[in-house]
């Protein structure tokens, strides 16, 4: 390592290329790790785990038992016989908190610009924010049915809407400003198993329902404006230039085709002002198979009716992930399979994710890096780590006794957190130490001295 | 009824290249004394590179979706399909049946345009009545021809479905049974790939060697190097 670092001074190494390649072979070696542990409080699965975005610090654990904790990851409450760091949690907040949670807890998240607060969501129908240092629930809101998922935009500068899908057929905003509801999202025929906000725009929504179907949704505007079809695909990573010509050739342009599996406006509409973007709509299409809509209705040319039963899954959508630059999406469903999504074009990029079982009556959390390509998926009792362009696997995590639910990577420190239904939070990191030996030897001097007659010829 | 090996080297080459993860099996076309020829490729699914894509453009490949698993698709050379659906029509010509103009309109209406796996209702009804007046009779007949499916999952929409090819896709299924269970029931679940290549499958009329390489693809099965050569195992988990 440090005749790379020498070759970064010197300018025959690229500074990026330095930290990728660190990354990368650091991202090779993980494992169990043998020098962190965390001790989880919970007497029921884990169902949500999240590290805080401001400082990447506080881990936040959301369980079955109705319980919610805190972790500090990077500071540790004590040492367990001098080499593996134990971190207790801060604080619990359980059933017997007089504003806890009844039931289960299925997502917990930090609030997004700071961690004052966090949001929780559960099956007792309610999502609550809580005070972090005062441990109270400062707002309260009551859903009709059991709320399977929570999220907050991470980029939003003009609004904190909490998208929330639950087993009613609507995803609902919650507004932490007012206090209310300020949108109602229909359009699924299921309940919402997975939400995700965009990374790129702080008013596209994505949502995954029990229906196999990922909607689009821009909260400025009504209705949504994709559904991702699974038969529609394109080549790979970017669309080939064959894609765009008209398939008028083949049909008769007297034709006027009726319902078809999809409609989609392109991207240019986003960036453009809200105001314009209707006129423009008709006339820069690129996939021109679609007339004005089904014959039925009338339907605004911006929306996808909910008649539109495209699904991207044959069974539900159990997990949604977008890539930091915000030009691809990763979904799971409970048909097994892991679909890698080009949100521009609205396509399924094919990538052919090796076997894997993944479980059916839970939403899964997953994680998706587009610079390392890596995705992580908890599949059954392990988590599997797959290439995001070949879909090969790249490794199985094996250390849960039972079903993993959560898993969330640490992208500063390399660091991997899956929880399970056995309890327990475990964390995987490098087996290369990030620091060299040296620095360790005065806190480890104890028990290198007594090793230290254990020789023989 | 034997399997003959038949494809051009190079969309073989090409398939095998550009590696896919699904089951294709590609349909030479019926001769008269019944002789389904097959080819068998197990690669992944290749929709991904132009090639494939403008072969389906060109309307040399016209691409099914099997109903015998969740991924498995058919690739069938369009003068193959044309002449297997040809062979079909002439088995409802001989019973005399009304309405067998539809199958005209479907040839060149719904075939040139549709190129993909299945197609809803209202659109199969607005290209067929390019030809004539369409009613419900006409659709019963395309499906009991075989040449459309219902779907189960939407009742509006249909499968295109390649006629005749029952007991391929019987053997398929029941062939992929009875490989697994051939490998479960041993005590270590794996045995070496030789002498399992020269067994024979009682079920099925597919060879050996196909069925193998469609399970292992589908990662049901996973082949490992050992010093004593290849090894077949079942994949758990």
Same mark, same amino acid.
Request: charged residues 20%; glycine residues 8%.
């Given at each position: ?10 300018? +025959? ?8 390649? #660190? ?125 399977? %998922? ?10 904190? #809407? ?23 999202? *229909? ?127 044959? %069974? ?33 990029? =094919? ?79 490098? *087996? ?26 | ?13 090409? #398939? ?20 389904? !020829? ?16 403008? =072969? ?11 109903? +015998? ?43 040139? *345009? ?5 197609? !809803? ?25 075989? #040449? ?12 295109? !479905? ?54 292992? %693809?589908?990662?049901?099965?996973? *082949? =490992? ?13």
């Amino acid at each position: 390592m440090w005749k790379e670092v020498r070759d970064r001074e010197t300018g +025959t190494l690229l500074p990026l290329s330095l930290v990728r390649r #660190l990354r990368s072979r650091r991202l090779a070696a993980l494992q169990l790790s043998n020098r962190k542990e965390i001790v989880s409080p919970h007497h029921g699965a884990v169902n949500s785990l999240q590290v805080d975005l401001t400082e990447g610090r506080y881990l936040l654990s959301g369980a079955s038992d109705g319980s919610a904790a805190v972790y500090d990851i990077q500071h540790t409450t004590d040492y367990d016989g001098g080499l593996i760091a134990k971190h207790k949690n801060l604080f619990v907040v359980d059933k017997q908190h007089n504003h806890g949670h009844k039931f289960a807890i299925s997502t917990a998240i930090w609030y997004p610009i700071d961690t004052g607060l966090f949001i929780t969501g559960s099956f007792d129908h309610h999502v609550k924010v809580w005070d972090t240092n005062m441990i109270q629930v400062v707002m309260d809101f009551k859903m009709p049915g059991k709320v399977y %998922g929570t999220a907050m935009s991470s980029i939003a500068t003009a609004h904190m #809407l909490i998208a929330t899908g639950s087993a009613d057929v609507q995803v609902r905003l919650c507004d932490i400003a007012s206090g209310a509801f300020t949108h109602t999202l *229909s359009g699924h025929r299921d309940g919402v198993m997975s939400l995700e906000w965009s990374t790129s725009s702080e008013w596209i929504l994505m949502t995954g329902g029990c229906d196999g179907a990922i909607r689009f949704w821009d909260i400025r505007r009504a209705g949504c404006f994709c559904v991702l079809d699974q038969s529609r695909s394109q080549l790979g990573r970017r669309p080939p230039f064959s894609q765009g010509t008209p398939k008028r050739d083949f049909i008769a342009s007297t034709v006027s085709t009726g319902k078809s599996s999809f409609e989609k406006t392109p991207v240019s509409q986003k960036r453009m002002p809200v105001g314009n973007g209707k006129k423009q709509l008709t006339t820069s299409r690129k996939n021109q198979n679609v007339s004005g809509g089904p014959s039925t209705q009338r339907l605004h040319p911006g929306m996808s009716s909910s008649h539109n039963r495209a699904t991207a899954h044959y %069974g539900a959508v159990t997990g949604l992930r977008a890539t930091s630059d915000g030009m691809y999406l990763l979904s799971s469903g409970s048909d097994s399979r892991l679909r890698l999504w080009d949100i521009e074009s609205g396509c399924n990029t =094919l990538v052919n994710f090796e076997a894997m079982r993944l479980q059916t009556s839970k939403a899964i959390q997953l994680a998706a890096f587009q610079d390392s390509s890596l995705v992580f998926v908890p599949s059954m009792a392990s988590v599997k780590a797959y290439d995001m362009w070949s879909g090969t696997n790249l490794g199985t995590f094996r250390g849960h006794y039972e079903l993993v639910n959560c898993c969330y990577f640490n992208l500063q420190d390399q660091e991997l957190y899956t929880g399970s239904n056995d309890r327990q939070i475990l964390v995987w990191s490098p *087996s290369i130490p990030a620091v060299t030996v040296m620095e360790e030897d005065d806190k480890k001097g104890q028990t290198l001295s007594t090793d230290r007659d254990n020789w023989s010829d | 009824m034997h399997i003959i090996f038949f494809l051009s080297h190079v969309l073989l080459s090409f #398939l095998i290249l550009y590696k896919v993860s699904v089951v294709l099996v590609l349909f030479p076309p019926t001769c008269d004394s019944q002789q389904v !020829a097959i080819h068998i490729v197990a690669t992944q699914y290749v929709n991904r590179t132009g090639f494939m894509g403008s =072969l389906k453009k060109e309307k040399v490949l016209r691409v099914f979706k099997l109903s +015998t698993g969740q991924d498995d698709h058919a690739i069938m050379f369009m003068e193959d399909y044309l002449k297997q659906m040809a062979s079909s029509v002439k088995r409802f010509e001989k019973e005399k049946q009304h309405d067998l103009e539809v199958f005209e309109w479907f040839k060149t209406y719904v075939m040139e *345009s549709k190129l993909d796996v299945c197609i !809803a209702h209202q659109e199969l009804c607005s290209l067929l009545s390019h030809g004539g007046e369409v009613t419900d009779r006409h659709v019963t007949l395309l499906i009991s021809a075989g #040449l459309l499916t219902r779907q189960l999952i939407d009742p509006n929409m249909y499968w295109f !479905a390649i006629p005749n090819i029952g007991s391929i896709l019987k053997g398929l299924s029941q062939g992929r049974k009875e490989l697994l269970s051939l490998l479960n029931r041993r005590k270590y679940k794996e045995m070496p790939l030789a002498p399992l290549e020269k067994k024979r499958l009682r079920l099925s009329p597919l060879d050996m060697r196909f069925h193998l390489r469609d399970l292992i %693809g589908s990662g049901h099965l996973k *082949s =490992l190097q050992t010093p004593a050569g290849i090894i077949v195992r079942v994949a758990k988990d």
